[in-house]
């Protein structure tokens, strides 16, 4: 049974995995939007991006 | 071991296999997240701890991944300064944001599980403190390279800082058992019967540690493409410049 009822505890549970989760989604965001950028900046200089 | 150090010298064959291997991880990892989380949350409340034993299942797994992270770190700088791998110091300087940040969630959620727990937020004890310690040098890691222009000197001087720093991995592990600590030992792998944790939730924490790790991995190679991309277009841009 799902219990998503910190209770007492809702005050430390909570806060440390919205912080987690902040800190995870920054990170897949970070990474993906500097793989696109190098990506674009490869093509702007008129190379294929035969590196993979 | 031959064709190990000839993929790693080789960033044509690791674009190639990074390209499939990322996603694949990504995938891997969602599907080791939901069902951690799942199992995570469906776990009975602790009879001591309650409901904040559910930390632990964000807790551990960035301890770990901030300790394994720095071990990566480790090798591919002594890669890089004794082999000069191009694709090593890369791998080296694409992984420092990620240990960075897997590193604070560390502390950040041990904090929050320590409150309730010790009834404090902190204490600058052995384990707190070493841990703390690998955070700072992954900052001065960081702000090393960025404050030396010259590519290969920067390789080299942060190699030399990662390669001092590995001494903080065992000072991190053993120092619940060098000095009196409030944060217990093991309760996982090596944990003695009575201290295991059950299985009801080293499930789910052994789930998370692999979503963690799939994690690391996957935005690691990322993380890498981009950096091997980013030199290729700072050879072409110096080249375009010079005419």
């Known amino acids: ?52 | 071991m031959a064709h190990m150090v000839s993929f790693l010298t080789n960033p044509r064959a690791f674009m190639a296999f990074s390209r499939i291997a990322a996603p694949l991880l990504g995938v891997a990892t969602t599907g080791a997240l939901l069902v951690g989380l799942w199992l995570g949350f469906t776990a009975p409340e602790d009879y001591q701890q309650g409901d904040s034993i559910r930390i632990l299942f964000i807790h551990v797994p960035a301890a770990w991944v901030a300790m394994f992270s720095y071990l990566c770190l480790g090798v591919a700088s002594l890669l890089s300064l004794v082999f000069r791998h191009a694709l090593a110091d890369a791998a080296a300087r694409a992984c420092a944001p990620l240990g960075a940040a897997f590193t604070a969630l560390a502390l950040i959620t041990g904090s929050f599980w320590g409150r309730p727990t010790w009834g404090t937020w902190w204490e600058w004890d052995g384990r707190m403190t070493s841990v703390l310690i690998l955070l700072l040098l992954w900052l001065a890691y960081i702000a090393l390279r960025a404050s030396i222009d010259d590519e290969a000197r920067a390789a080299r001087a942060g190699a030399i800082l990662a390669l001092v720093g590995l001494i903080n991995l065992p000072v991190i592990h053993f120092s619940v058992y060098w000095w009196n600590s409030l944060h217990q030992g093991s309760s996982t792998f090596r944990a003695e019967a009575g201290d295991r944790l059950p299985d009801v939730y080293l499930t789910p924490l052994l789930l998370m540690s692999l979503a963690y790790m799939g994690l690391f991995g996957a935005l690691w190679l990322v993380r890498i493409r981009t950096e091997v991309r980013r030199r290729r277009i700072r050879v072409l841009t110096l080249r375009a410049a010079e005419g």
Do not use: C, H, N
């Open chain 1, 1 to 52: 049974m799902l219990d998503l009822d910190a209770g007492a505890y809702a005050a430390f549970v909570w806060p440390a995995f919205a912080i987690t989760a902040g800190v995870l989604i920054w990170l897949v965001v970070d990474s993906l939007a500097r793989a696109s950028q190098a990506r674009a900046e490869l093509e702007r200089l008129g190379k294929e991006d035969d590196a993979g």
